[in-house]
């Protein structure tokens, strides 16, 4: 009983109704999702979607509608398309071994064999003589768009063995897509990370700002550094702006570089499965702790945000702490950029004479500093340190992929539009002919097998060919 | 731009032209007509390329950013993918009733919705657009002309009494006609398929993944699908004959609409097709 169940379970997996029926469903569900809009509750689209449209948002939250690529269902939908796509896989398979075999035994045709085996039978024109008829028939045939060749007494056109291969290539690609797709988004982080001008940052989860992984991302086996060297706000090369410019370079464990390279849109840095792209910038102050005999306590960077919004047009991201002679935290310290400005606000760049901010609060939350300092300028902080403000330089926060599985995607993506390629142009045919002649009558016999993407249908071929040779069917046989 | 406005009305006159010579052609059974109207389209097709020329020398790109540019090359494409097929075979000329309406409709549209010119930025800049939009508009040539081969199928079997089969009768039998409508379909399947990847890997290198779940991108996805089903229907479960051809005449108004109409309904970052433009 259960075996029977399996089988039916088989067969209705593999039934082309049940694929043909997948897909529509799967196109109505992206549209579905294509118009609802996706994200969070909170998002703000999706909040006024569900504002404007009380009655709809009921179903589509119940269905998880707003996101409805990262839905169960999305993904239960997906893995019966895999499974019926391995299915079918299969059985083109099948047909194409059993295709590619008959390809082969008739390409090795000769007279006997078509007249032994044939589908069309033409009793010609009485006048016509044989070599005659052959010639007429392979014109015919010709200008049907079929090239014949002779062999052995026969006319031949039959399509080579891989012809046959296409389609059962493009479904299994089409199956490798899926489980690339899978595969890469159990393996692959994705994040943003804020990098300051000479500032090296270890590739750990802790250095991103946001980053999201898949469930199989193993972040302590990610040994290396990002370092940005450079900072070009206007990069231009070929006549054509390239933005906001970051010099980039991945270092290894050992601190040696792997690869240095301008990072713009369309020229991102890539070493193995890492990729780097540009995707915003800022200013970072570089500001260190001393203490009062000159020694450093610590240094380090402070991102600051370009926002117009702001006072100054800057916000402090994260910030300083200040820290005791036992190395525990006393103060928190934030520094921000006063920008420039102009009629259409602030000037997202660095200014001229660029100062900083230093603002040091204490525990308690009392302000104990609050002023502005120059690049180099030390000022006192309650108790014996001071802060002094190093440099003041740009960020690039970078957007870093790490994906081993995309190359492998390219390339089942090139296996699988080689196979649809082959599937679309690659003609699947046998046209077999010869003529038999007797004392009584001249016969023109023909073996046809038009599967694919041929230029004509064997009712037309057949029409032709009575028509040219000025006979009349006898009847078909196979 | 005076050559390039000139030579864009004289190419949509002619696109008017050889739509009304098909009709007459088909109408009063006169391939002379039909013949004529194929010539309009062709030499319709050398100007507007002609302007296109002009338009790329004077902005340093080709016609692929904005929606003028890309409904006008669609219609470039369409236009010169039917003239290819007529000259090879002008039993197929009459096909151009189903073709030649709709590239006078988007070239007229696109030209009364004009809008600003799509400067290239850094995003824009690669050969990947190139060959994402090339697949683009050799899909829809193929598209369409599957769709005029569906059409005058569809208008030849429901011709009870025979009166419109007689004004096509010069065309090829209906079963040659419904293979020509599924081959097209498979051509356009197959170079849609290589825009989805093109796109795909080029986005993957401008905007850092390969796919987005954009309202196009979904689009593009879904018609890819559509295309599939309808391959679907005619090699496995054998469909054939009227119901085959709607499918096929459904079928690429979809197209259509994900290429052009999406960016006019839904936000997307695909701004070099007329998008609001928020990621260029």
Redo the contacts between chains.
Sequence with gaps: MIGAAWRRLVALLRS??F??VL??V??GW??V??IVP?GTATNSDVMAWAAAHPAVERYARAVNLHQ??TNPLFFALVVLLGISTALCAWERTKVALRRSATLHSAARSDAASVEARHDIEIVCDPSLSAPEAMAMAAETVERLGIKVRAQDGALVSVSQRWTAWGSPLFHWALLGLLVALFVGNAFRA?GLMGVAVGQTVPDARASYGVVTNGLLRNWSGVHRSVRVDAFEPDYTL??????PTPTVTVLDANGKAIKTQRV???N?LKTGGL?I?P?AFGLAARGSIVDASGKVLGSGFQIIDFSQEASGGTVAVGGFYVPNSKGEAVYDAQVSVSLERDAGGWIQSMPAQPAARVVVVSRDGSTVLDRVVRKGEIVSLPGSQSFRLDDIVYYARL?V?DDWT?PL??AV?VV??VG??I???ARQQIVLATVVESPNEVRFLVRVRLWR??P??R??LQDELTRALGGNQKGSMT | MIVEILLTWLALTLYAVSTVLVVVGVVFSNSRFTSWSVIAAAIGAVLQTVSFGVRWVRLGHGPYLGFYEVAGSLVLFAVATFVVVAWRNPRLAPAGIGIMPVALLLLGGSMLAQGEVVEMTAKLTSWWLILHVAFANLAFGAFVVSFGCAIVYLVRARSVDGKWAKRFEKLPVQEVLENLTVRFALLGFLFWGIMIATGSIWANEAWGRYWGWDPIETWCLVVWIIYAVYLHVRFTLKWTGVRLAWFAIIAMPLSLFALVGIPLVFNTPHAGIGGLGKDL
């Design positions: 082309p109704r694929a043909t897909l529509l799967l196109s992206a549209i999702g294509g996706q409805a690529f994705e070929g006549g054509v702006d390239r933005g713009y849109p369309n991102t990729t792209y995707n957007q992929v995309i995607l390219y993506l699988a539009l649809l390629s599937a679309t142009l993407n041929a004509t249908t009712s037309e």
